[in-house]
């Protein structure tokens, strides 16, 4: 409080004229209130906290009057903070003891950063290469020296990063990364990610999700560091074959768990899987050989049959070979069958939206790019025999007793047709797996190829790589639930593949969609992406495809809930109940870029429903469509 007065006196001890004076006291609006004159009028008044005071001409009653004043108000001042400090004192305890408490569980949990916390679940040979306590908003990788993932994450949350190597036998060993989000962020959650082809390399772009979802991330090398065409280390190499084939995955995941267990002192609640193409045949294995190691797995058009589809790929490519053959399709022929496929296939579900949603429907017509029909341009259309090379890349393969052997490539997946059909030679992913994986025989000659290379790949199983086990009781008797998808315009993995194995289960299991959901994925390419001209619907929180959005990228950019990310979905049915019936997948007007804006969503329906427009609505987005 605070006051000023007039003088109450002249200079020379004579009483001044009587002024009229304000005195105000206090702070208003921050400024400090001072006296006011008002000429010399006798009466006189004072106001404290909004009271009217009586000021008197005595100056020793008025001053005394005043100290009263301030007494008072001192008064209500004090029993005020009388109040209020012992308030204050108790939120500022409590914030106090609250940072106290969380204080040494930072403090540890930093200090558990350290190769010394893993020491007593390390197996015997078994050794820490790297450890770091990465910050918030940090990059983090190995960089090119991870020859198949060179792309670091980056705008990670703080986590702990480990590197492990393991022993795997006496000549072989393999190596993963662990991300360990900071508590108190971590959600008592698990979640291993997968490779891709023949990779070898820790998946570092698509472990980071998992620490954005708040879960404890793992991949693994596969036991060894190459590309994913790159199969020349398989040579000779039966050891290294198994750790690629499933050990490398199941071994990490044991010890991967172990440790996350001790650097929380918590057990896991929840494990979970995501991986496409090789990661979705690696996801399947797991769960056959190892019932008990996730709860959920998320299951991208999976090359479960490798023994198959991998010598079949020979066959596949000799199918458009030698490149000088009559019956030869270029690149260019790809993009116009393509053209004519988007044409004459987009309404076979009944909505023209240059989305073929329906291959198995569509009645192609090749009299409409064959050469010589009317009214066909002679300088874009096909011959009877390039008619015939097409014809062999979208069937079936059978075996004499006409069991399907592998499938063929569907109506839409013809953008991609250059991965397996476009080289001089068939694609590595068969030459190579012949010569290093099923013969260890560096110069066997892809033109020998016949079916009975197959014939010995599958009995033998270089590997024993192949997830071919149908019976998944186990794993359901536990609880677990599978979500598989797979894009119909996938150029590499045939997306009947997929198909074959869900209807394989069924003739075994009978009815599963209460733990085993198949989505279907109009327009998307493999594991991701989806041709220009279509810009479908695509990205839905699968292995892949964050990365390939953005290095920082997780779940669906805008739409990070279970509606949109299947992955949250899957966790929604594992640990709520809740089926996982659909998921909205979106696209956006530049298909990688999503500050561009949402082009387009759609939700993807669980098999044997699909997507059907209302006949009204707006076709690009979600509302008008319903699962039927």
């Keep these: 409080m605070t006051a000023e007065w007039m003088p109450l006196g002249s200079q020379n001890g004579t009483r001044s004229p009587r002024p009229e004076v304000t005195l105000r006291t206090g702070k208003r609006g921050g400024q400090l209130l001072r006296h006011e004159h008002h000429g010399e009028e006798v009466r006189r008044h004072g106001r404290t906290k909004g009271r009217d005071v009586a000021v008197d001409d005595n100056p020793l009653r008025n001053r005394q009057r005043w100290y009263r004043l301030q007494n008072i108000t001192a008064t209500q001042k004090l029993f005020a903070m009388g109040l209020v400090l012992p308030l ?116 570092w772009l698509d472990m980071a999700p998992g620490a954005h979802y708040g879960m404890a991330a793992l991949s693994t090398d596969t036991g060894h560091n190459s590309t994913t065409m790159d199969i020349a280390w398989a040579l000779n190499q039966p050891e290294k074959k198994t750790d690629w084939g ?40 797991e769960v056959q050989i190892s019932p008990d190691s996730f709860d959920g797995a998320l299951i991208g058009a999976p090359s479960w049959y490798p023994a198959h589809i991998n010598p079949f790929v020979n066959k596949f490519g000799m199918y458009n070979l030698p490149v000088d053959d009559p019956k030869h399709l270029s690149t260019g022929d790809f993009s116009m069958l393509a053209k004519e496929v ?146 119909l315009a996938d150029g590499l993995v045939p997306p009947r593949g997929s198909m074959w194995y869900y209807n394989k289960t069924v003739q075994t299991m009978g009815k599963i969609d209460d733990f085993f959901t198949f989505f279907q994925i109009p327009g998307m390419q493999h594991c991701g992406g989806t041709p220009s001209e279509t810009n479908a619907p695509w990205n839905m929180g699968g292995a892949f495809q964050a990365g390939s959005m953005s290095p920082s990228g997780w779940s669906v950019p805008g739409f990070k809930d279970s509606k949109h990310d299947a992955l949250l979905a899957l966790m929604d049915w594992v640990e709520k109940g809740k089926p996982a019936k659909s998921v909205i997948a979106t696209t956006y007007n530049s298909p990688t870029n999503s500050s561009t804006g949402v082009y387009r969503q759609r939700p993807i329906c669980a098999y044997p429903k699909s997507a059907k427009w209302d006949g009204k609505g707006d076709q690009n987005k979600a509302s008008s469509w319903a699962c039927k």
């Design 88 to 203: 204050l004192w108790i939120f500022w305890a409590l914030a106090v003891n609250q940072a106290e408490a969380w204080r040494p569980f930072w403090k540890s949990h930093h200090a558990k950063c350290v190769a010394a916390t893993f020491d007593h679940v390390l197996p015997v040979g078994a050794t820490i290469e790297r450890i770091d306590h990465v910050l918030a908003g940090d990059t983090y990788g190995e960089g090119a020296a991870d020859i198949a993932y060179p792309t670091q994450p980056t705008d990670l949350p703080e986590l702990c990063a480990v590197t492990v190597k393991v022993p795997s036998s006496s000549s072989t060993s393999f190596r993963f990364g662990l991300f360990l989000p900071m508590p108190p962020h971590w959600k008592a959650k698990f979640l291993a990610v997968g490779n891709g082809g023949f990779a070898g390399g820790i998946n």
């Design 342 to 487: 988007q044409k004459q296939c987009d309404e076979a579900d009944g909505v023209k939206d240059n989305i073929v949603s329906a291959p198995w429907l569509c009645a192609f017509d090749f009299r409409k790019i064959q050469c010589g029909q009317p009214g066909v341009n002679a300088s874009a259309c096909l011959t009877d025999l390039q008619i015939q090379t097409a014809k062999n890349v979208y069937k079936n393969d059978y075996s004499p007793g006409g069991e399907v052997v592998n499938t063929g490539l569907d109506f839409s997946s013809e953008e991609q047709w250059y991965i397996l059909l476009g080289g001089t030679e068939p694609s590595k992913y068969g030459t190579s797996y012949v010569k290093y994986f099923v013969y260890d025989d560096p110069d066997w000659d892809w033109h020998t190829y016949n079916d009975s290379v197959l014939e010995y790949a599958a009995r033998t199983d270089p590997g024993q790589a192949s997830a071919i086990q149908f019976d998944l009781s186990k794993f359901r008797r536990r609880g677990g639930k599978i979500i598989l998808h797979h894009g």
């Design 246 to 285: 499933w050990r490398a995955l199941h071994r990490s995941v044991e010890l991967g768990k172990k440790m996350t267990e001790a650097y929380y002192a918590r057990r896991i609640k929840y494990s979970y899987y995501n991986g496409c193409s090789t990661g979705g045949r690696q996801g399947l294995k």
